[in-house]
């Protein structure tokens, strides 16, 4: 599959294993007749519990093609165990489970035969803090193709991920050098890189910018604009001024007052969040009197 091509969506979906693929949808028809975007996640009811404990309860929402989505709230409300159970990454946590649906462009992720490689190369991630492997920039990049088997036009493919994440011409010229020799800035663009090299269809961003400096965090900022043309992006961000300049809709989760339990208060457009939430809570947290 080409990345190229801007707002092209990638035409079919595998993620499990025996199944048939299907067709997806770039839009559908509203109940006004008009149109709307197409569900890249169609989240139902969805819980996640460690062991006995209860980390987030009756999670519902859609997260739409092609829109930069931002994940905000507290400490501890279930921020990160929400991202990461959209690409499956928390199935090696001891105790790990989860109830409710998750689809994936009408897929199950947690059904017995969806493939979690597949999953995780159609979802990419991005962590917190920069981890690129002690290997070349180069090699960071060709890293996962390799692995999956996608080796013919490797150059172009790894020059084409660095383009995509603004960081080729700062590196073109030492593509042999170790990506430990970057800035903190330039590493998290190389995750990026590393990340879309594969031709995923999402990228999911936990805290993207929060180790970074202000000039870092505008690239990293900037390049969400641009990349939301090719990928649907959701972000984690406890930056409220982040999340209202880079994001199209945003979900608000909060502590539940009785069991201290991660809940979705709010999930709208941006704009309304920050100036006309419908729950107090939201209000309370965006104009910083609690959090």
Known sequence: ????????????????DGSASRPVPAAQRNDNGGTRRAAVFDIRDMSVHYGE????D??????????VTAVIGPSGCGKSTFIRSLNRMNDSIPGFRIGGQVLYHGHD???RQTNRVEV??????????PNPFPKSIYDNVAWAPRNLGMKSGLDERVERALRHAAIWDEVKDRLRASALSLSGGQQQRLCIARSIAVEPDVLLLDEPASALDPVATAAIEDLMHNLKHRY?????THNMQQAARVADRTAFFSLDERD???TLVEYGDTDTIFTNPADPR?????TGRFG
């Open 120 to 129: 995780r190369r159609r979802i990419g991630m991005v962590f917190q803090k």
């Open 232 to 236: 649907t992006i959701v972000i984690v």
């Open 282 to 286: 939201t209000r309370d947290y965006v």
């Open 260 to 262: 201290r339990t991660g």
């Open 53 to 56: 404990n209860r980390a987030l």
């Open 109 to 111: 992720l947690y059904a």
């Open 1 to 16: 599959m080409s990345s190229s091509g801007g707002d092209a969506i990638r035409p079919r979906v595998r993620i499990q």
């Open 58 to 67: 009756w999670t519902t929402l859609r997260i739409d093609r092609n829109l």
